[in-house]
């Protein structure tokens, strides 16, 4: 047993990848602010380092505001695609213009809250974690899905989505000095139900995916099998799984939906994990 002598432990929130289903980490978030539970350390990987950048920067609310009027066709405005793709289809520039309306923080050490992101370094097939260093540069390395978008470079590194080697970036959350953990997996879904969504017309040998769809459902089945080992192997003290398996990459316009499913998914731990991080002797 841990006992922590005159102070709280260190309460880390571990967002998972998973691309628009990650929307859900708003909603549970919004659950904990909402709940006055304090949060010293966030780690993330792809939308997970992207909604933590933009929680750490205090602009939650306003994201909310802008997913709440989102609608799919918008998705094209801020996606600039390469006439002849060569390491993506996606430059992704538009992509970082649009983050730096969110994220008003410089520098990773400039957060109140300890952050920790996670890229996959291409060269050397290993995370690539982000400790330091401008944030933009971490999100933008974090979010670069292996095709589609272009790989980013930075500290003459080559790299993209830290989904393809830390989905779920427990281990960095325990290296930044937290004792309790919880984690919001996005990679847990019921099989037979997607199965039964790809052969919904009943000729599964009519199916016919494109290359996008290719490249994100591989990526979709890597996630899932190292996050349930990461799951498998680390003292994990909370996990929350919102429903969000029938939520593609790119269904940013159903923002709604995945807020309110993260969000019910963490309200029933509250009373839990008030007691856990001992805060009725600190509020």
Do not use: C, W
Not at 48 to 53: K, N, P, T, V
Not at 62 to 81: A, Q, V
Not at 197 to 209: A, P, Q, T, V
């Amino acid at each position: 047993m841990i006992f922590f002598k005159n102070k709280r432990p260190k309460f880390a929130v571990v967002l998972g990848s998973g691309g628009a289903k990650g929307i859900s980490h708003i909603g549970v978030l919004k659950a904990l602010e909402n709940n006055n539970i304090p949060i010293d350390i966030i780690t993330g990987t792809s939308i997970g380092a992207l909604i933590g950048a933009i929680y750490a920067s205090g602009n939650l609310e306003k994201l909310i505001n802008f997913l709440t009027d989102f609608k799919k066709k918008n998705l094209l405005e801020y996606l600039d695609f390469n006439i002849i793709p060569k390491k993506g289809f996606i430059k992704g520039k538009k992509i970082i213009q649009l983050l730096y309306e969110f994220i008003s923080l410089k520098d990773l050490k400039d957060s109140n809250i300890k952050l920790g992101f996670v890229a996959t370094d291409l060269t050397k097939g290993e995370p690539y974690y982000f400790t330091e260093g401008d944030v933009i540069s971490a999100v933008r390395s974090s979010i670069s899905i292996p095709g589609i978008f272009d790989p980013y470079r930075y500290n003459n590194k080559i790299l993209v989505d830290g989904a393809v080697v830390d989905p779920l970036p427990v281990k960095l959350a325990k290296k930044l000095g937290a004792d309790i953990i919880l984690a919001v997996d996005l990679s847990y879904y019921n099989v037979e139900a997607k199965h039964k969504e790809f052969s919904k017309n009943k000729d599964y040998d009519s199916l016919d995916f494109n290359i996008f769809e290719v490249l994100i459902l591989s990526l979709e089945s890597l996630e899932r099998q190292i996050a349930q080992e990461i799951i498998k192997n680390n003292k994990i003290d909370f996990l929350i799984r919102p429903e969000v398996g029938h939520i593609h990459t790119f269904d940013f316009h159903k923002g709604s939906y995945m807020i309110e499913n993260g969000y019910k998914k963490t309200k029933p731990i509250i009373p839990f994990l008030k007691t856990k991080l001992f805060l009725k002797k600190y509020i």
